[in-house]
């Protein structure tokens, strides 16, 4: 084989490599993700800006942003008899975040989207224009769900934390318990 020839294959190939990676990117649903919600996530949000750590731990140390975690609250087990001790293991969250399970979800009852809304005024104080950074854990559609719900109410100042708690955990950034907002 010519080397012209070995170089034109290593080119193509080069090219069919980019075009592979270009196609597994993955691409923003219309609407909202209503399943599978541990997934690759895209590297966008409409509406938001996506943060990595660095961005977000510099934005957590000047203040001043609403920090809201969206990942479920644990469940009591409904087969566990009632008189059984249950003990859900504690949700460490980035220090100051409002948690509000569950309003990352696709769809969302009228109950939970009257609690998200809600929330998310008195946490913003009417200030629609107050920075608000959303996440949960890494590869996390609820996050991006969130972000682009708040956009579409009118917020402006949104960011998405795209690799969540795990990443804030994973560089060792200050975290702590944090209990639900009880709702609906």
């Known amino acids: 084989m010519s080397v012209r020839r070995a170089a034109r294959r290593l080119a193509l190939g080069l090219v069919l490599i980019g075009e592979i990676g270009a196609s597994a990117q993955t691409l923003e649903p219309e609407g909202y993700r209503l399943d599978d919600y541990r997934a690759p996530t895209p590297e966008t949000v409409p509406g938001g800006v996506v943060i990595d750590t660095e961005a977000a731990y510099k934005l957590w140390q000047a203040g001043g942003a609403i920090w809201v975690d969206v990942l479920p609250a644990p469940r009591r087990p409904e087969n566990l008899p009632p008189q059984a ?16 399970p569950d309003v990352g979800r696709g769809a969302l009852s009228p109950e939970l989207e009257a609690y998200f809304r809600v929330h998310l005024e008195d946490a913003v104080k009417g200030l629609r224009d107050r920075p608000i950074v959303f996440y949960c854990l890494a590869d996390c559609w609820m996050s991006w769900n969130a972000t682009k719900r708040a956009a579409g109410w009118g917020y ?29």
């Open 85 to 100: 001790l249950w003990m859900p293991v504690p949700r460490r969250n980035i220090p100051g975040s409002l948690w509000l």
């Open 156 to 184: 402006t100042q949104l960011y998405w934390y795209r690799d969540g708690i795990d990443a804030w955990e994973a560089a060792k950034l200050p975290t702590e318990n944090t209990d639900p907002v009880s709702g609906p």
